[in-house]
């Protein structure tokens, strides 16, 4: 991390606190009437990474401010679409060898199911496809890599 970059980090989108996605976890629970409250320790959000290969990362970085902004809100609107949520949180690093951003989502669907009994790991790959599609939506260069299952095979 370099300390004379924090000032290029971006919140786009301040990340909600717990009490709020309890709340919303909570409200959307509710549209299954399900028979118990909310546990304790619940997962009420999900985290992510928005990233890039190294060489798409020089395309990221020659973007202005602004483009980049616009890059990673719509890639994290999609994400959250695909996944039938809302993004609550989109912070971008510039601070940091590679540019990047995190995202957060509350831990439930809009349907009231929990992201947990969703997300798999194909659906994970999903997500890589749709990061790829929006830049290629927004004339960027930038492709998916080859899957992991793919290279291993190879």
């Known amino acids: 991390m370099n300390q004379e970059r924090t000032a290029d980090n971006d919140i786009i989108l301040a990340p909600a606190n717990p009490t709020t996605l309890r709340q919303t976890c909570s409200e959307r629970r509710a549209q299954r009437h399900c ?22 990362q020089a395309v990221i970085q020659a973007l202005s401010k602004e483009d980049q902004r616009a890059m990673y809100l719509s890639v994290g609107q999609q994400l959250a679409k695909r996944l039938n949520t809302t993004l609550t949180g989109l912070v971008v690093h510039n601070d940091e060898a590679a540019p990047h951003a995190h995202f957060q989502m509350p831990g439930y669907d809009l349907d009231g199911v929990p992201l947990s009994k969703t997300v798999t790991r194909e659906v994970t790959s999903e997500l890589q496809d749709i990061a790829g599609q929006v830049l290629a939506a927004q004339g960027l260069n930038i492709t998916r890599g080859k899957a992991k299952q793919e290279r291993v095979k190879d």
């Open 35 to 56: 028979q118990r409250i909310l546990k304790s320790n619940a997962a009420i959000a999900m985290g992510g990474i928005i990233t890039f290969g190294t060489e798409a």
